[in-house]
């Protein structure tokens, strides 16, 4: 069974940083996609960043040269650096698991297993 925790979100003010932690398990893909969402209530889900087991990786132009994907494999933990935070980047975040065809960039249709998310509330 594929588990996703997310955790360290909070509160912080415009120009902080925030570091999220997703602990994952459970997952047998051989080409795995991971990445970070973020849902405002009444607005549809946007994807901040995909990586896929290649290190092909893409940002959202929201968070370019702010967020930063990175991952412990022998923690099995996801990570999302958040840098220069905007109120705009308010939102709830979830981290998600998936799978893609060898070598193929990852899509939004690629994640089957979410996490329950953590907030990240930024203040002006």
């Known amino acids: 069974q594929v588990q996703l925790v997310e955790s360290g979100g909070g509160a912080v003010q415009a120009g902080g940083s925030l570091r999220l932690s997703c602990a994952a398990s459970g997952y047998t893909y051989s080409s795995v996609c991971m990445g970070w969402f973020r849902q405002v209530p009444g607005k549809e889900r946007e994807g901040v960043v995909m990586?896929?087991?290649?290190?092909?990786?893409m940002y959202a132009d929201s968070v370019k040269g702010r967020f930063t994907i990175s991952q412990d494999n022998a923690k099995n933990t996801l990570y999302l650096q958040m840098n220069s935070l905007k109120p705009a980047d308010t939102a709830m975040y979830y981290c998600?698991?998936?799978?893609?065809?060898?070598?193929?960039?990852?899509?939004?249709?690629?994640?089957?297993?979410w996490g329950q998310g953590t907030q990240v509330t930024v203040s002006s």
């Open positions: 998600a698991v998936g799978t893609t065809p060898y070598r193929s960039w990852c899509s939004e249709t690629s994640f089957t297993y």
């Open positions: 990586s896929n087991s290649y290190r092909n990786i």
